[in-house]
């Protein structure tokens, strides 16, 4: 069974920084790609940024050049480092990674969530 376990959120002003983490319970390399996903109250689960095994990183547009994913592979551990905060990136933040099913299909792991406010 694999845990995944979020923690670094928290109140921010706008134009501040925070840096999310997630831990891993198994070595991170098991998974081909580890997400990061927001979500807003009545809004649909939006992909924030992702990192492959390789190490190869991508964002989605309003993340770009602000966010940045990046990973301590002896820990196990994903991180999202925020800068430049709008209060639109205000939501909850998951960590996600996938795992073959033996059976097909995916195993979609998620984390429990920390919440990201940014207001004055």
């Known amino acids: 069974q694999v845990q995944l376990v979020e923690s670094g959120g928290g109140l921010v002003q706008p134009g501040g920084s925070l840096k999310l983490s997630c831990a891993a319970s198994t070595s991170i390399f098991r998974f081909n790609v580890m997400a990061w996903y927001r979500q807003s109250p009545g809004e649909q689960r939006e992909l924030v940024a992702t990192i492959t095994r390789g190490g190869i990183t991508n964002y989605a547009d309003s993340a770009r050049g602000r966010f940045t994913v990046s990973r301590d592979v002896a820990k196990n551990t994903v991180y999202l480092q925020m800068n430049s905060l709008k209060p639109e990136d205000s939501a909850g933040y998951y960590c996600?990674?996938?795992?073959?099913?033996?059976?097909?299909?995916?195993?979609?792991?998620w984390g429990q969530g920390t919440q990201v406010t940014v207001s004055s």
């Open positions: 996600n990674a996938d795992l073959p099913n033996p059976i097909g299909g995916l195993l979609r792991y």
